[in-house]
């Protein structure tokens, strides 16, 4: 792929299911390609709460994985150019 987006997913999934979600958009995406995306943050004020359950109507009761940014950097460590 020349371009993949992942806008508000990847948080819904555990650590390691991360780390695999993402090896497998590396691995498809062209050379010089973009990956697009948004990860929620430990400092997030929609989503988090005392226990990482998310309480809003159309998704309660789903877990959540909040991210530091060393978190993010380490998820994002085998691409070549990062904007964060």
Do not use: C, M, P
């Amino acid at each position: 792929f020349d371009v993949i987006v992942s806008w508000g997913v990847l948080h819904y999934n555990d650590w390691e299911d991360a780390q695999k979600i993402i090896s497998e958009l590396k691995r498809i995406l062209k050379k010089g390609g973009y990956l697009i995306g948004s990860i929620r943050s430990s400092k997030d004020t929609h989503l988090k709460t005392k226990d990482q359950i998310v309480n809003l109507q159309d998704i309660k009761g789903s877990k959540v994985k909040l991210y530091e940014l060393e978190e993010v950097k380490l998820l994002l460590q085998n691409f070549e150019q990062v904007q964060y």
